[in-house]
């Protein structure tokens, strides 16, 4: 499978991923995730997409720019159905989207989205944690988890749960995200003081996903 590598960063198209799984009638991350315009220029992207085999330049003609969408609100160019009525045109953060159930890894035992009801995230990012008694900050690799409102307890399915049983293990948390500017951080036993699952719903700031480098600098590279 072709990976792209920018700022550290492993991202795998949906078209690759989809060689094993299927989205169907599934379209909750068209709902779910945010899409922003922030006036950024992807050619570097593009130009490293094409060195690597994984496009041509042909592939990107027409493409639309990035435009706004705030986090659990439907896109105006999804309809029920059908899918992306634009997708020969989509913005390039959508091109090189994908979900953790479509690229399956680790997630067999994992249902579709639409019928768990949360998008695993394969974008890592990251929290600062804040030590009470020395003040200390730490940055905290989390897994993003984006929850359909509609379904609040979702996050408390067996399988999602020993899927992040399984990334606690390798030091990273859970950041449910809930909606625009919403979330709270989620703690595996293996993580928590007290053995047990811990949400912590206060200090999470969930307002906006980080930059590739900014998650770079903060976790001092990921692999």
């Given at each position: 499978?072709?990976?792209?590598?920018?700022?550290?960063?492993?991202?795998?198209?949906?078209?690759?991923?989809?060689?094993?799984?299927?989205?169907?009638?599934?379209?909750?991350?068209?709902?779910?995730?945010?899409?922003?315009?922030?006036?950024?220029?992807?050619?570097?992207?593009?130009?490293?997409?094409?060195?690597?085999?994984?496009?041509?330049?042909?592939?990107?003609?027409?493409?639309?720019?990035?435009?706004?969408?705030?986090?659990?609100?439907?896109?105006?160019?999804?309809?029920?159905?059908?899918?992306?009525?634009?997708?020969?045109?989509?913005?390039?953060?959508?091109?090189?989207?994908?979900?953790?159930?479509?690229?399956?890894?680790?997630?067999?035992?994992?249902?579709?989205?639409?019928?768990?009801?949360?998008?695993?995230?394969?974008?890592?990012?990251?929290?600062?944690?804040?030590?009470?008694?020395?003040?200390?900050?730490?940055?905290?690799?989390?897994?993003?988890?984006?929850?359909?409102?509609?379904?609040?307890?979702?996050?408390?399915?067996?399988?999602?749960?020993?899927?992040?049983?399984?990334?606690?293990?390798?030091?990273?948390?859970?950041?449910?995200?809930?909606?625009p500017g919403k979330g709270f951080l989620l703690w595996a036993?293996?993580?928590?003081?007290?053995?047990?699952?811990?949400?912590?719903?206060?200090?999470?700031?969930?307002?906006?996903?980080?930059?590739?480098?900014?998650?770079?600098?903060?976790?001092?590279?990921?692999?």
């Amino acid at each position: 499978m072709n990976t792209f590598k920018g700022h550290g960063l492993v991202l795998t198209t949906a078209d690759e991923a989809k060689a094993t799984r299927h989205c169907g009638d599934c379209q909750l991350c068209c709902k779910l995730l945010p899409i922003a315009n922030v006036g950024e220029n992807h050619q570097d992207t593009i130009d490293a997409m094409v060195l690597a085999g994984m496009a041509a330049y042909a592939e990107f003609t027409g493409m639309m720019p990035d435009f706004d969408k705030p986090a659990g609100c439907k896109c105006p160019h999804q309809k029920y159905g059908k899918g992306c009525t634009v997708y020969r045109n989509r913005p390039l953060g959508c091109r090189i989207w994908n979900c953790a159930w479509l690229g399956g890894a680790d997630t067999q035992d994992q249902m579709r989205p639409d019928r768990s009801h949360v998008v695993i995230d394969i974008m890592p990012d990251f929290v600062t944690l804040t030590d009470k008694e020395t003040g200390a900050r730490n940055n905290v690799e989390v897994v993003q988890i984006w929850l359909d409102p509609k379904f609040p307890d979702a996050h408390r399915d067996p399988h999602l749960r020993a899927y992040l049983a399984r990334r606690a293990e390798e030091g990273k948390y859970a950041l449910i995200r809930t909606g625009p500017g919403k979330g709270f951080l989620l703690w595996a036993p293996s993580l928590s003081r007290t053995g047990r699952w811990e949400e912590l719903h206060t200090s999470v700031k969930a307002d906006r996903q980080h930059s590739a480098s900014e998650i770079v600098a903060a976790l001092g590279g990921v692999p």
